[in-house]
């Protein structure tokens, strides 16, 4: 692995990790949001 | 009710009960054994060698068993409903908690006695630098694993996978104290350097974890 | 409310920008190792936000054995994740950045094993609020979270001694070995940047858990009155 390639390598995975976990996150947040309105509906 | 004869009765109470049945000592001895014979056919070391590597090994070896021994520390109470007798009685939760980690201290500390001729023979070790270094360090080493060991057992019983709970949770806490015990014995075994700095930080790292043990044991035992 | 998270995310995403530049195009091109050096922009910061986030998650522990609240747990939980999530980044960038420099992925250098053993201390920390029963989790992992950050310094102190006892290759060249002050630039500001970026994910995840420990209990409650009717 050469140094430019590292470099981009480096910056990509830590992006992609940033948001990846990001989107795990919105994902898991509208799950609760679609609990919450089913709960709403049947209570 | 003082803190001294509450840990001394519980304490007596189970060495009294593992005197009887041999239960713990008996699984954890046959346990070690069967780990220094499997790293024997692994590792096959000359004199030289094997004093560089057995630090590792043997306490890799301690460690196992002293999970295998935490893992039932707190087992019989649990089938008798004795925690629940403890939340409501006046006694000092820490002095349970004491009582239990010196149990432990103490069945570890016999069977690293009696591993250790074992290893001498298997590896063929003769220790450079002086035995009583290693037997500091052997002390305060086991401490450092019993006395978090006991603490995490308690709070792993409570978890749906207890038994792999307690080294997932124990392991990465005991790094720099397992460090500390491997590198000193290696030291002190190829007599290449002063285990000095590795039993101060032993030191440290069984002072300040007791105390935090003793200050958070009562929340966790009423945790609820 | 609303108005001011936009901002902070737009602040976020400006900031996040300007260290990417400072990082690539500011600071200038290092002698010995060329422009791999870069890295050292995302590595560092990461690591220093990780570490405050870890301190965070201590702090939170501590409040949430005194007080009891959900608010401070969910802020322990929520540290604690994010915090695992910038530690991750620190143990990946470091072997890419080692690679290319050394040859090898991995030297047992101090403060890449230091990363290591709090990332351990911290996803232990995670599996046991999974696996811990109801309502006892926030209980014990508060106790685990203690003992883990106090295990920090001596974490610190036992891999370094380990270092000067078997010395090795040191990963990005020790603590400010000769850094020009444009590169402190780079890496304040990306400190800056990640700092933000580490607020705006403890805030989602913090209102996560107290909107999934509600909807839990409500769910619970439902169960109770049905198996009354």
Known sequence: MTGPVALKAAYVVTWAIQFGYLGYLLSRYRKVREEMKDLKRSS | MSTFSVTRTTLLKDLRMEWRSKDAINSMLFFSLLVVVIFSFAFNPTAEESRLIAGGLIWVAFLFAAVVALNQTWARELRNQVLDAYRVSPAPPHALFLAKALGNFLFVVILEALMAPLFVVFYQLRSVGPVWQLVVVALLGTWALVVNGTFFAAMSIRTRNREIMLPLILFPISIPALVAMVDSTTGILTGESSPDFWIKLLLVYDVVFTAVCLLLFESVLNAE | ?229
Not at chain 3, 88 to 100: D, F, H, M, Q
Not at chain 3, 191 to 203: M, N, P, Q, T
Request: glycine letters at 6%; aromatic letters at 14%.
């Open chain 3, 1 to 229: 409310m609303k108005a001011v998270i936009w901002i902070f995310i737009l602040i976020t995403v400006a900031l996040l920008g300007y260290g990417l530049y400072q990082a690539l195009v500011v600071a200038p091109t290092e002698q010995t190792m060329g422009e791999v050096q870069r890295i050292f922009y995302y590595h560092v910061p990461s690591a220093w936000v990780a570490f405050t986030l870890f301190f965070v998650n201590f702090i939170a522990s501590i409040v949430y054995l005194w007080k009891r609240s959900a608010g401070s747990d969910a802020i322990a939980v929520a540290s604690a994740e994010v915090g695992v999530v910038f530690c991750t980044v620190v143990l990946i960038t470091g072997p890419i950045w080692a690679r290319p420099v050394w040859g090898i992925w991995w030297t047992w250098d101090a403060r890449l094993t230091t990363t290591l053993v709090l990332w351990l201390i911290y996803v232990s920390y995670l599996v046991l609020r999974r696996f811990a029963a109801g309502s006892q989790t926030q209980v014990l992992s508060a106790a685990l979270a203690i003992f883990g950050f106090v295990d920090v310094p001596i974490v610190f102190m036992a891999i370094r001694w380990f270092r000067t006892q078997h010395p090795s290759p040191v990963i990005g060249g020790g603590e400010g070995s000769g850094l020009d002050p444009t590169m402190w630039h780079a890496v304040l500001w990306n400190w800056l940047a990640f700092s933000c970026l580490a607020l705006l994910l403890v805030v989602v995840r913090y209102r996560l858990q107290l909107m999934e420990e509600n909807v839990e209990a409500a769910h619970a409650q439902l169960a109770l009155q049905g198996g009354a009717r």
